[in-house]
């Protein structure tokens, strides 16, 4: 059973700085391209940024260039993101998601992904 769960999250002052993990278990993920997104309250869920199989390549939504790191390590299963400044725009549900095994590729839509973890709470208090 695949599983993909994240970590990491809670309440940070604006400017602070936050890391998630998201554990990926029951397979390797080293083959995949991985993603973190968010969903704030009564908004749709956004992308924010992913990297390919071999974290050479990274993509970011707009609003984090600068401030967000995405990083891999693939001996131990395991994507992050480092998120530093944040802003409380930023608040949201953050959620972990892995592209299919043939896909290696980055992708920004979520449609593309296959595996989803449960999501972590990020607040960020003004």
């Known amino acids: 059973q695949v599983e993909l769960v994240e970590s990491g999250g809670g309440l940070v002052q604006a400017g602070g700085s936050l890391r998630l993990s998201c554990a990926a278990s029951g397979r390797t993920f080293r083959r995949n391209a991985m993603g973190w997104f968010r969903q704030a309250p009564g908004k749709e869920r956004e992308f924010v940024a992913t990297?390919?199989?071999?974290?050479?390549?990274?993509y970011y939504v707009d609003s984090v260039k600068g401030r967000f790191t995405i990083s891999r390590d693939s001996a131990k299963n395991t994507v992050y993101l480092q998120m530093n400044s944040l802003k409380p725009e930023d608040t949201a549900v953050y959620f972990c998601?892995?592209?299919?095994?043939?896909?290696?590729?980055?992708?920004?839509?979520?449609?593309?992904?296959?595996?989803w973890g449960q999501g972590t709470q990020v607040t960020v208090s003004s």
């Open positions: 990297i390919n199989w071999s974290g050479g390549t990274t």
């Open positions: 998601a892995a592209r299919p095994w043939e896909f290696s590729g980055v992708s920004v839509d979520g449609s593309e992904y296959a595996y």
